[in-house]
């Protein structure tokens, strides 16, 4: 299987992966997770499939961002969507910088929930999107409510802002510095592999 980035973690010792969303591989996939109890309240796409099949396919048109599913020892586990700030409605909530990028996630499989993989899976992703140097701030927006993944966004390394209005919801604005996660990881022996 080729990955589109791949790293082995010490600290779980075991390698995550991430692969772009292909639609005919992975709409039912997503679509599963979207229907879990635990992710439909904050991401509102438990919908019948023909209607989010278009909503994936719109999604994958998107050219601000980019979607991913992301594996653990090559067992699909988690969805990411990856997107520029400049062009999206968060755009309006602080004085971004041309290349900002900010991170959408959900861990879809159940059997994985609780198991201390959240934060290696995002620290793994945050690492991704830094390999772009000309990224020096990743953004997050998680639903307000969501105080396991605010959590981990923080133990990752993001700052809180404060919360801001969304089209879909109350979010939490929170920063991640490419300097400040450096600092905060520089002993995570990371082997990675870029394709």
Not at 78 to 100: I, L, M, N
């Amino acid at each position: 299987m080729s990955y589109d980035f791949e790293l082995y973690d010490e600290d779980i010792q075991k390698t995550i992966s991430f692969r772009k969303v292909e639609y005919e591989r992975d709409v039912k996939r997503i679509h599963n997770w979207m229907m879990e109890e635990h992710v439909h309240p904050f991401w509102n796409l438990n919908v019948p499939f023909e209607k989010f099949c278009e909503h994936l396919k719109k999604a994958l048109l998107d050219q601000h961002q980019t979607l991913y599913v992301g594996y653990l020892n090559d067992v699909a586990i988690s969805y990411w969507e990856a997107y520029w700030v400049k062009g999206d409605v968060v755009e309006e909530t602080y004085p971004s910088a041309p290349f900002d990028q900010g991170i959408h996630l959900l861990i879809g499989e159940k059997e994985f929930l609780g198991k201390g993989f959240s934060l290696p899976l995002l620290r793994a992703m945050i690492y991704f999107q830094f390999q772009e140097l000309k990224i020096d701030k990743i953004i997050a927006e998680p639903d307000i409510r969501n105080d396991k993944m605010i959590h981990v966004f923080k133990k990752c390394g993001f700052t809180p802002i404060e919360p801001i209005t969304l089209p879909d919801k109350t979010g939490l604005l929170m920063f991640c510095e490419r300097n400040r996660f450096e600092k905060r990881w520089p002993n995570v022996q990371f082997h990675k592999e870029i394709k």
